[in-house]
Protein backbone atom coordinates (compact mmCIF):
# COMPACT_ATOMS: atom_id res chain seq x y z
CA UNK A 1 0.00 0.00 0.00
CA UNK A 2 1.04 3.39 -0.92
CA UNK A 3 0.28 6.26 1.93
CA UNK A 4 0.39 9.88 1.10
CA UNK A 5 1.21 12.18 4.57
CA UNK A 6 0.03 15.71 4.42
CA UNK A 7 0.26 17.70 7.76
CA UNK A 8 0.05 21.64 8.22
CA UNK A 9 -2.06 22.30 5.10
CA UNK A 10 -2.68 25.54 7.20
CA UNK A 11 -5.72 26.63 4.47
CA UNK A 12 -4.05 26.73 1.70
CA UNK A 13 -6.38 25.58 -1.16
CA UNK A 14 -3.66 26.05 -4.25
CA UNK A 15 -0.79 24.08 -2.49
CA UNK A 16 -3.14 21.22 -1.06
CA UNK A 17 -4.38 21.17 -5.00
CA UNK A 18 -1.29 21.15 -6.45
CA UNK A 19 -0.59 18.25 -3.95
CA UNK A 20 -3.43 15.84 -4.87
CA UNK A 21 -2.90 16.32 -8.34
CA UNK A 22 0.92 14.60 -8.16
CA UNK A 23 -1.20 12.16 -5.29
CA UNK A 24 -4.09 11.27 -7.84
CA UNK A 25 -1.58 10.95 -11.24
CA UNK A 26 0.63 8.53 -9.13
CA UNK A 27 -2.23 6.65 -7.95
CA UNK A 28 -2.28 6.15 -4.49
CA UNK A 29 -3.77 4.02 -1.77
CA UNK A 30 -4.23 5.94 0.75
CA UNK A 31 -4.30 9.06 2.51
CA UNK A 32 -3.58 10.33 5.93
CA UNK A 33 -3.40 14.33 7.11
CA UNK A 34 -1.38 15.27 10.23
CA UNK A 35 -3.58 17.70 11.61
CA UNK A 36 -3.16 21.91 10.78
CA UNK A 37 -6.01 21.78 7.55
CA UNK A 38 -6.77 25.26 9.33
CA UNK A 39 -4.81 28.50 10.19
CA UNK A 40 -2.83 31.01 8.56
CA UNK A 41 -3.92 30.77 5.27
CA UNK A 42 -7.36 32.24 3.50
CA UNK A 43 -9.69 28.92 2.56
CA UNK A 44 -10.21 26.73 5.64
CA UNK A 45 -13.73 25.87 4.77
CA UNK A 46 -12.77 24.65 1.66
CA UNK A 47 -9.69 22.72 2.77
CA UNK A 48 -11.31 20.93 4.92
CA UNK A 49 -14.37 19.98 2.45
CA UNK A 50 -11.13 18.06 0.41
CA UNK A 51 -9.22 16.89 3.33
CA UNK A 52 -12.71 14.82 4.89
CA UNK A 53 -13.28 13.85 1.52
CA UNK A 54 -10.46 12.41 0.65
CA UNK A 55 -7.97 11.48 3.52
CA UNK A 56 -8.98 8.30 5.72
CA UNK A 57 -7.26 9.46 8.57
CA UNK A 58 -7.47 12.56 10.29
CA UNK A 59 -5.53 14.44 13.26
CA UNK A 60 -6.23 17.53 15.54
CA UNK A 61 -3.35 19.89 14.85
CA UNK A 62 -3.55 22.89 17.48
CA UNK A 63 -3.95 25.43 15.24
CA UNK A 64 -7.10 23.35 14.14
CA UNK A 65 -7.48 23.15 18.11
CA UNK A 66 -7.51 26.87 18.01
CA UNK A 67 -10.03 27.24 15.37
CA UNK A 68 -12.65 25.56 17.99
CA UNK A 69 -11.34 27.23 21.25
CA UNK A 70 -8.92 30.25 21.37
CA UNK A 71 -8.07 29.59 24.63
CA UNK A 72 -5.72 27.44 22.81
CA UNK A 73 -3.76 30.25 21.07
CA UNK A 74 -3.02 32.41 24.38
CA UNK A 75 0.69 31.35 23.24
CA UNK A 76 0.65 31.66 19.61
CA UNK A 77 2.54 34.74 18.42
CA UNK A 78 0.54 37.71 17.10
CA UNK A 79 -0.12 37.02 13.55
CA UNK A 80 -1.17 33.09 14.54
CA UNK A 81 -3.66 34.60 17.23
CA UNK A 82 -5.12 36.63 14.25
CA UNK A 83 -5.52 34.30 12.37
CA UNK A 84 -6.92 32.04 14.47
CA UNK A 85 -9.21 34.94 15.24
CA UNK A 86 -10.25 35.30 11.60
CA UNK A 87 -10.54 31.70 11.37
CA UNK A 88 -12.70 30.57 13.61
CA UNK A 89 -15.32 33.24 12.49
CA UNK A 90 -15.69 31.93 9.28
CA UNK A 91 -15.30 28.50 10.13
CA UNK A 92 -18.77 26.71 9.32
CA UNK A 93 -20.43 25.20 12.46
CA UNK A 94 -20.46 21.47 11.00
CA UNK A 95 -16.98 21.83 10.64
CA UNK A 96 -16.09 23.51 13.91
CA UNK A 97 -18.27 20.46 14.94
CA UNK A 98 -15.96 17.69 13.21
CA UNK A 99 -13.10 19.42 14.38
CA UNK A 100 -13.94 18.87 17.98
CA UNK A 101 -14.18 14.61 16.73
CA UNK A 102 -10.73 14.55 15.68
CA UNK A 103 -7.82 12.86 17.90
CA UNK A 104 -4.44 13.91 17.83
CA UNK A 105 -3.02 10.73 17.29
CA UNK A 106 -4.05 7.85 15.69
CA UNK A 107 -2.31 4.05 15.24
CA UNK A 108 -2.29 1.59 12.40
CA UNK A 109 -0.77 -1.67 12.67
CA UNK A 110 3.56 -0.53 13.51
CA UNK A 111 2.46 2.95 12.32
CA UNK A 112 1.95 6.10 14.68
CA UNK A 113 0.53 9.28 13.08
CA UNK A 114 0.79 12.24 15.64
CA UNK A 115 0.47 16.00 15.06
CA UNK A 116 3.29 17.00 17.23
CA UNK A 117 5.36 14.69 19.56
CA UNK A 118 3.72 11.44 20.20
CA UNK A 119 5.43 12.35 24.13
CA UNK A 120 2.07 14.52 25.76
CA UNK A 121 0.51 15.01 22.27
CA UNK A 122 -1.53 17.49 23.82
CA UNK A 123 1.07 19.27 24.69
CA UNK A 124 2.28 19.69 21.33
CA UNK A 125 5.91 19.61 21.82
CA UNK A 126 8.11 20.06 18.77
CA UNK A 127 10.68 17.62 17.25
CA UNK A 128 13.49 19.50 16.09
CA UNK A 129 16.81 18.37 16.77
CA UNK A 130 17.95 15.05 18.44
CA UNK A 131 17.27 15.79 22.05
CA UNK A 132 13.86 16.68 21.29
CA UNK A 133 13.57 12.64 20.09
CA UNK A 134 14.41 11.42 23.88
CA UNK A 135 10.78 12.04 24.94
CA UNK A 136 9.57 11.09 21.84
CA UNK A 137 10.88 7.51 20.84
CA UNK A 138 10.35 6.70 24.41
CA UNK A 139 6.65 7.23 23.93
CA UNK A 140 5.94 4.92 21.00
CA UNK A 141 5.81 1.38 20.39
CA UNK A 142 5.25 1.06 17.06
CA UNK A 143 8.24 1.10 14.54
CA UNK A 144 7.77 4.33 12.58
CA UNK A 145 5.70 7.41 14.08
CA UNK A 146 4.62 10.20 11.02
CA UNK A 147 4.78 13.72 12.51
CA UNK A 148 4.16 17.26 11.15
CA UNK A 149 4.13 20.67 13.65
CA UNK A 150 7.44 22.19 12.48
CA UNK A 151 6.82 22.82 8.93
CA UNK A 152 10.55 21.09 8.70
CA UNK A 153 11.12 17.97 6.91
CA UNK A 154 13.59 15.82 8.57
CA UNK A 155 14.12 11.73 10.01
CA UNK A 156 15.39 10.83 12.77
CA UNK A 157 16.16 7.39 13.80
CA UNK A 158 17.53 6.48 17.44
CA UNK A 159 20.56 7.69 16.67
CA UNK A 160 20.18 10.77 15.19
CA UNK A 161 19.33 12.12 12.08
CA UNK A 162 19.31 10.34 8.96
CA UNK A 163 18.54 10.35 4.91
CA UNK A 164 16.19 7.24 4.92
CA UNK A 165 14.15 4.82 6.28
CA UNK A 166 16.27 1.01 7.60
CA UNK A 167 14.50 -1.92 7.29
CA UNK A 168 14.62 -2.54 11.32
CA UNK A 169 15.02 0.47 13.92
CA UNK A 170 12.32 2.78 14.76
CA UNK A 171 12.02 6.50 13.10
CA UNK A 172 10.24 9.36 13.37
CA UNK A 173 9.54 10.90 10.08
CA UNK A 174 8.37 14.76 9.65
CA UNK A 175 6.51 15.13 6.38
CA UNK A 176 6.84 18.55 6.69
CA UNK A 177 4.06 20.88 5.37
CA UNK A 178 1.93 21.71 2.56
CA UNK A 179 0.34 24.92 3.04
CA UNK A 180 3.53 27.06 4.88
CA UNK A 181 6.88 25.15 4.28
CA UNK A 182 9.52 26.56 6.89
CA UNK A 183 13.02 25.34 5.92
CA UNK A 184 13.77 27.76 3.82
CA UNK A 185 12.09 26.42 0.74
CA UNK A 186 9.19 27.53 -0.45
CA UNK A 187 7.90 24.16 -2.45
CA UNK A 188 5.26 22.54 -0.57
CA UNK A 189 6.05 18.97 1.23
CA UNK A 190 4.81 16.37 2.09
CA UNK A 191 5.24 12.37 2.36
CA UNK A 192 5.07 8.94 0.77
CA UNK A 193 5.38 5.76 2.04
CA UNK A 194 5.16 2.70 0.49
CA UNK A 195 3.83 -0.28 3.40
CA UNK A 196 5.45 -3.31 1.40
CA UNK A 197 9.07 -1.54 0.11
CA UNK A 198 9.32 0.34 3.34
CA UNK A 199 10.60 3.19 1.07
CA UNK A 200 9.99 6.85 2.35
CA UNK A 201 9.91 9.45 0.00
CA UNK A 202 10.14 13.58 0.45
CA UNK A 203 7.79 15.10 -1.96
CA UNK A 204 8.25 18.87 -2.28
CA UNK A 205 6.72 20.63 -5.37
CA UNK A 206 5.80 24.43 -6.30
CA UNK A 207 2.31 25.44 -6.99
CA UNK A 208 0.48 28.91 -7.52
CA UNK A 209 1.92 30.98 -4.49
CA UNK A 210 1.12 34.34 -5.86
CA UNK A 211 -2.69 33.12 -5.84
CA UNK A 212 -2.58 32.30 -2.02
CA UNK A 213 -0.78 35.26 -1.15
CA UNK A 214 -3.88 37.38 -2.51
CA UNK A 215 -6.07 35.63 -1.13
CA UNK A 216 -4.78 36.41 2.21
CA UNK A 217 -4.03 39.67 1.75
CA UNK A 218 -7.70 40.30 0.29
CA UNK A 219 -8.91 38.15 3.40
CA UNK A 220 -7.37 41.18 5.58
CA UNK A 221 -5.28 38.29 7.48
CA UNK A 222 -1.81 39.83 8.12
CA UNK A 223 0.69 40.06 5.37
CA UNK A 224 3.37 38.52 6.84
CA UNK A 225 1.73 35.11 6.10
CA UNK A 226 1.29 36.08 2.84
CA UNK A 227 4.70 37.52 2.31
CA UNK A 228 6.35 33.98 4.16
CA UNK A 229 5.05 32.04 1.96
CA UNK A 230 7.69 33.22 -0.83
CA UNK A 231 10.68 32.44 1.57
CA UNK A 232 9.56 29.53 3.07
CA UNK A 233 9.66 30.44 6.43
Wanted: hydrophobic fraction near 40%; proline fraction near 4%.
Amino acid sequence: MRIALLSDIHSNLEALTRALEVIDAQGVDDIVCLGDTVGYGANPNECLDVVRARCSIVLLGNHDAAAIDLSVASHFTMNAQLSALWTTGVLADHHKAYLKTLPQAKARGELLFSHASPFEPEEWHYVISEFDTREAFSAFAERLCFIGHSHIPVIFSERGKTSAIAPSGKFIINVGSIGQPRDGNPNLSFGMFDTESGVYQNIRLGYDIDAAAEKIRKAGLPRTLADRLFQGI
